[in-house]
């Protein structure tokens, strides 16, 4: 599935380039409308006492992009164990179909308290629609 995003000119630094923090916002917007796509949206985690925490981040840039270009970002579960998800990302603009970065984050689960859980459990409905999503599933 694929997210795209249209560069803001506040998004852009002192060379007219993106500002390499504004790739880990447009992860989170791309992750956010992937999981809703998918039925598994963190609204509706949240609502039932899930939560889930990003633990690491990765970006690798390869080509900058600049103001006004749109920039597609496919998205999908590079792995999940019921406690460990790890979503990847790839980032093209648009008009060039160049590569512009490749991304990775890695959540975990907690409840309401912030205790780490295994979701199998307790939300057996998302644990599947994730085991689904693992990469080469989908």
């Keep these: ?14 060379m007219a380039v993106v500002h390499h923090s ?7 917007e791309a992750r956010v409308d992937y999981l809703d796509q998918i ?23 390869h080509r900058p992009t600049r103001f006004d270009d749109r920039v597609r970002i496919r998205v999908s579960v590079e792995k999940y164990n019921s406690i460990v998800l790890k979503v990847a990302y790839e980032m093209y603009n648009e008009t ?3 590569l ?3 991304a990775s984050s890695e959540h975990c689960f907690v409840n309401a308290s912030g ?12 644990d599947a629609t994730l085991k689904e999503q693992v990469r080469g599933k989908n």
């Design 39 to 61: 039925g598994a949206g963190f609204a509706a985690m949240e609502a039932r006492g899930l939560q889930s925490p990003v633990v690491s981040v990765a970006c690798k840039y």
């Design 115 to 126: 205790r780490p859980i295994s979701i199998a459990k307790g939300w057996p409905d998302i």
């Design 100 to 102: 512009a970065a490749t």
């Design 1 to 14: 599935m694929a997210y795209t995003h249209r560069v803001h000119y506040y998004e852009t630094d002192k």
């Design 22 to 28: 504004n790739y880990i916002r447009w992860m989170e």
């Design 96 to 98: 060039t179909g160049e």
